[in-house]
């Protein structure tokens, strides 16, 4: 009979991890930064590349697909979003970069004669004690001749000699209503039109709020950079998802059992090990807009607050859900809702920036109509859109029943 080949366990596997994510240490930084932005493109009109929000917490959204060809064209289908609160931000300031034989090197940086307390904040490790005197200084050159005669040579030497030209800008965090009273500053690079029409924008702005929805619009696809949700220290098996071993293992399981060979007589950087898991820099690119939000705001005297409303829902509905965003609250402001998830918990603050590689696939160049919005309880199983749906489904509470027999009976 011919001879009976027994099966042998394989010895090699793909490694666990990618190598491209060292060194897999707690980020540096608490806000996302723009490593590079857009291209820049003299012929468009000077705009903005960036912005900062806020984010809120996630919900889902329902709308039909436009795929021709799809098996789920013209079906409706249900998609996870996330929403990032984004109040309007303020100028404060610009910033030449000229070019360097060793990359951009900042020239000059001129700013606004005015800069509001929780921009002011940000200079100071504590604010309460201390004596609260940055830019003081600095603002009397805004008052006086000589300092104005030496804002705008600045100004005029960096239209001159500066090729790359950011607008510093602050986030308004009195208007998010949470503990943190100190704005995030952040540089955000002008691109289109020359370099004196940069400069021009930048001080035309100064002390001006600017919206996300005169940086951004509806179906754009952009780039998401954040510091993911931190998870302490951790074993190899949930940092690097390597295999568990046996049951049987003396001295724990949730381990890696060969950490390399004899030679070279060091642990190699490619292994395993355990360590810092989370709160890492990263960027996401390609984040799909579906909707740029309007805030709670008043018109012709009439408060306004249907943001979550669509052509085929039309209740009058906020984008907050009932009950809040789970740990954050209420959006108050403008928003901006993107398809799927984005790093970091709520309340982190997650730079937004133009995409780097605009995607011409037909699946990013659908344009998006939205069904319905969800803003049912995302505390618990939520039933009820809307408190008023929920209270014309309830009744009147026993609280209220109980103060209308107090007031009856004191009638």
Request: net charge positive.
């Amino acid at each position: 009979h011919a001879d009976v080949k027994m099966s042998h366990r394989k010895f090699s596997a793909p490694r666990h991890g990618s190598k491209g994510f060292l060194p897999k240490k707690r980020s540096t930084r608490h806000r996302g930064k723009a490593k590079a932005y857009p291209k820049d493109d003299k012929t468009k009109p000077v705009h903005l590349t960036s912005f900062l929000g806020y984010k809120a917490g996630m919900t889902h959204i329902v709308r039909e697909v436009d795929r021709p060809g799809s098996k789920t064209n013209k079906k409706e289908v249900v998609e996870a979003v996330t929403i990032i609160e984004a109040p309007p931000m303020v100028c404060v300031g610009v910033v030449g970069y000229i070019e360097t034989p060793t990359g951009l090197r900042s020239f000059r940086t001129v700013f606004a004669g005015h800069l509001s307390e929780e921009c002011r904040r940000r200079f100071y490790k504590n604010w309460t004690s201390s004596k609260k005197k940055a830019f003081t200084r600095y603002a009397k050159k805004w008052v006086d001749d000589s300092g104005k005669k030496e804002i705008d040579t600045d100004l005029i030497k960096i239209k001159k000699y500066c090729k790359v030209v950011r607008l510093l800008a602050h986030t308004q965090t009195k208007l998010l209503r949470k503990r943190q009273k100190k704005a995030h500053l952040m540089e955000i690079q002008l691109n289109g039109g020359t370099v004196a029409d940069k400069v021009d924008f930048a001080v035309k702005h100064f002390e001006q709020p600017i919206s996300i929805s005169s940086v951004f619009e509806k179906n754009e696809l952009i780039d998401a950079i954040g510091v993911t949700k931190g998870r302490g220290v951790k074993g190899v098996t949930s940092r690097w998802h390597t295999k568990k071993l046996p049951r049987k293992t003396h001295k724990g399981l949730r381990k890696v059992a060969c950490i390399g060979a004899w030679h070279p007589s060091r642990v190699q950087y490619s292994v395993a090990r355990a360590g810092q898991k989370g709160y890492h820099h990263r960027t996401e690119i390609n984040k799909k807009i579906y909707r740029i939000g309007a805030g709670i705001h008043t018109k012709d005297g009439e408060l306004i607050k249907n943001n979550a409303a669509t052509e085929f829902d039309p209740t009058d509905k906020s984008i907050t859900p009932v009950g809040g965003f789970p740990h954050y609250g209420n959006v108050r402001n403008d928003y901006i809702m993107l398809r799927g998830c984005v790093m970091g918990p709520r309340k982190r603050n997650i730079t937004l920036r133009k995409s780097l590689l605009t995607g011409f696939r037909r699946r990013l160049m659908e344009k998006i109509t939205l069904k319905f919005i969800d803003t049912s309880s995302k505390w618990g199983h939520g039933r009820f859109q809307t408190p008023e749906e929920k209270r014309n489904f309830m009744g009147p509470l026993k609280k209220e029943l109980m103060l209308k027999e107090k007031e009856a009976a004191r009638a």
